[in-house]
């Protein structure tokens, strides 16, 4: 059974970086990885996806632009660069995967994903 393990959160102000990263383990590295993100009170939300073969990229309406998502194949890694953070940014993050099939381009709902980590907690203080 795959397990994901989110790293790289953490309290920034606004305006600031950071960088989260999600390792893979237990399972083959193919399929699609994504980021999503629930902040308090509010539903889960796609913040980005990328396909582990071909590399296709899909991003949230609110993070496009601003975050960019990648692979390390080679680590079993995938990772979300989100530069001019927002206080509308704070949230847990959560790594999901579906790491089975061959898939061009990530889905954004969370049902089509059948692993997630624990969450990593994003706070953007303005």
């Known amino acids: 059974q795959a397990q994901l393990i989110e790293s790289g959160g953490g309290e920034v102000q606004t305006g600031d970086s950071l960088k989260l990263s999600c390792t893979v383990s237990?399972?083959?590295?193919?399929?699609?990885v994504a980021w999503f993100r629930q902040a308090p009170g509010k539903e889960r939300e796609f913040v980005a996806g990328i396909a582990i073969l071909g590399g296709n990229t899909r991003y949230g309406n609110s993070v496009n632009g601003r975050f960019t998502i990648s692979k390390e194949p080679a680590k079993r890694m995938v990772h979300l660069q989100m530069n001019n953070l927002k206080p509308s940014d704070t949230a847990v993050y959560y790594c999901a995967a579906r790491l089975w099939g061959f898939i061009t381009m990530p889905p954004p709902d969370e049902a089509r994903y059948d692993s997630w980590g624990q969450g990593t907690q994003v706070t953007v203080s303005s």
């Open positions: 237990g399972s083959t590295f193919n399929g699609a």
